[in-house]
């Protein structure tokens, strides 16, 4: 329990990071409508708002554990909002369109997910032309991790035991399931590291570490499930399938 008080996530970035952001945030929307990725696109900001309501409802509003400062004055809740909302949106969409498009095996999954990532690697060097950074943002982790190994570990227990248990062929794909959900986490944690928006100290490891094992890799066996019984029924552009699928 001390390694989990230990972990506080910080991160320090400037207003142009959130406008060159969102920019790329409506032209990738864009593009996956363009692409009739219908289902996806909905699961996308579904996976902001998700994150939105996790970490302005709990972890600002219940928990009291979510900071944000601009200059050295912490912001009250409307400002708080905002930057969450956006930041919520920012790796919301983009971490549940890596997911989707994983579980779905696209045609062009390479070239999604190289844009997601060379994003999340870029955008931090773009950014920089638009001065110090002066918006910081923190939470504590020691008040929830410990409730989301308990979510992650229900979840793979439960699949763990449907794949003991199945009398058919077919498994469910844990050790997949685990590498997506991983590097996930992984590599936008990373990302922010390498370019010092997560600033680097004694509890960067742990923090990268302990993140990408649980933050967004608690989520996949529910996240599977759903993209099973709504991929059994619908194609990505929102027509119905003709014939049904076997997991």
Known sequence: MLLMNSIIPTRNFNTLYILLDTVFLFFFLFLLFYKKKYITLLWSLAGGILYFLVDFGYF????????????????GTFMVALILFWMSLSYGIT???????????????????????????????????????????????????GGMAIILLVGYFALILYNLTNKKNAQIPILRLN???????????????????????????????????????????????????????????LSLKESKEKI
């Not at 994983?102 to 045609?107: Q, V």
């Not at 967004?216 to 990505?236: A, D, R, S």
């Open 60 to 75: 600002y509003l219940i928990s009291g554990s979510r900071h944000i400062f601009i200059g050295q004055e912490e912001q």
């Open 95 to 145: 971490n549940f369109a890596y997911i989707w498009l994983f579980l779905s095996r696209d045609k062009h999954l390479k070239e999604w997910i190289f844009l997601i990532v060379s994003w999340w690697l870029i955008a931090p060097i773009l950014s920089s032309f638009g001065g110090e950074p002066t918006i910081i943002t923190s939470r504590t982790t020691g008040q929830y991790h």
């Open 179 to 237: 590498l997506i959900g991983i590097t996930v986490q992984f590599a936008w944690e990373f990302a922010l590291l390498i370019h010092g928006i997560r600033p680097l100290n004694e509890n960067s490891f742990q923090t990268l570490i302990i993140d990408s094992l649980l933050e967004t890799n608690l989520g996949m066996p529910y996240i599977f499930l759903i993209h099973f019984f709504v991929t059994k029924k619908y194609n990505e552009d």
